[in-house]
């Protein structure tokens, strides 16, 4: 029998809060939930006749309306990142096609991409970056690409992380030019495109903690994909914890940041992970 998934993982609907949020910021109603969905339906009906290779990744009501809640509701954007949405997916096939829990367990395990449990007091999961600990000999920066996008793809089922969002913190400490030169401009280009246009998420900000002089080369490769809406999320704070409790409040900011979080736990993301794994089989 599969293990329950936990309720911190997966939350089952929307708190009052969260509902409330999503009917001043979204536009989401009961009526407009159900309107979306059968216009959205509609909408990919006439664009399969058109293209018949075309095929949903899920065909639920549950993943539709995760594109209508990243789009404000908003039928014709929300059709857009659809089609968007696979249309990476087919481009990066390499990076996403056969991915398992066992290729992206030693990134989880090397603390590099980290997802953590608990959202903030506001509800947004937060998700932490250390490049510095990918190890050039064994892994590459797009094996930890492979992550995030295996990741987001199954944290994003959770109704309250749709309506909250997610805030990301990159911790560039210890970086050395070996390290920094694993970023090229592929790479850029491929995470720009999968935050701006190309998966139903709110990206509510970027903090970038402890870089270094040479951040600047990432950040040289990065800002030519941005949109302007995006730069405006990106925080640089470097050493400044004040900084970067302006933007995540102490309570919230990881323990690794003398913030008041648990210090990253692979094993919690990992369980979750599993549990999904166990429902599918």
């Not at 959770?158 to 030019?177: H, K, P, R, S």
């Not at 914890?241 to 940041?257: K, N």
Request: charged share 30%; aromatic share 10%; proline share 4%.
């Amino acid at each position: 029998m599969a293990s329950p998934i936990d309720p911190r993982w997966r939350s089952g609907g929307l708190c009052e809060k969260s509902r409330e949020k999503a009917k001043v910021e979204l536009n989401e109603t009961d009526e407009s939930r159900v309107e979306g969905v059968a216009a959205l339906r509609e909408r990919i009906q006439q664009h399969t006749v058109e293209n018949e290779d075309f095929k949903l990744v899920k065909d639920t009501d549950a993943f539709l309306i995760a594109f209508l809640r990243a789009r404000k509701f908003d039928v014709d954007r929300a059709f857009k990142l659809l089609l968007n949405y696979h249309a990476f997916r087919i481009k990066h096939a390499d990076i996403i096609d056969d991915t398992t829990l066992d290729t992206v367990r030693p990134v989880l395990e090397q603390g590099i991409s980290c997802m953590f449990g608990d959202r903030d007091a506001e509800g947004k999961r937060m998700i932490m970056f250390r490049p510095a600990r990918i190890d050039p000999q064994r892994m590459h920066m797009q094996d930890a690409l492979r992550t995030l996008i295996y990741v987001l793809d199954r944290v994003i089922e959770d109704e309250e992380t749709q309506v909250n969002g997610f805030v990301f913190v990159q911790d560039f400490a210890d970086m050395t030019l070996t390290k920094v030169m694993m970023f090229d401009r592929t790479r850029a280009s491929v995470v720009m495109e999968l935050f701006q246009d190309a998966f139903p998420a709110r990206f509510k900000g970027f903090n970038v903690v402890n870089q270094s002089t040479l951040f600047s080369v990432v950040w040289t490769l990065a800002r030519p994909f941005m949109k302007q809406k995006l730069r405006d999320r990106f925080h640089m704070h470097g050493a400044d914890r004040e900084s970067l409790f302006s933007q995540i409040p102490q309570a919230d900011a990881p323990a690794e940041l003398d913030g008041g979080r648990p210090a990253y736990d692979p094993s919690d993301v990992l369980s979750f992970l599993s549990s999904l794994e166990g429902a599918s089989a």
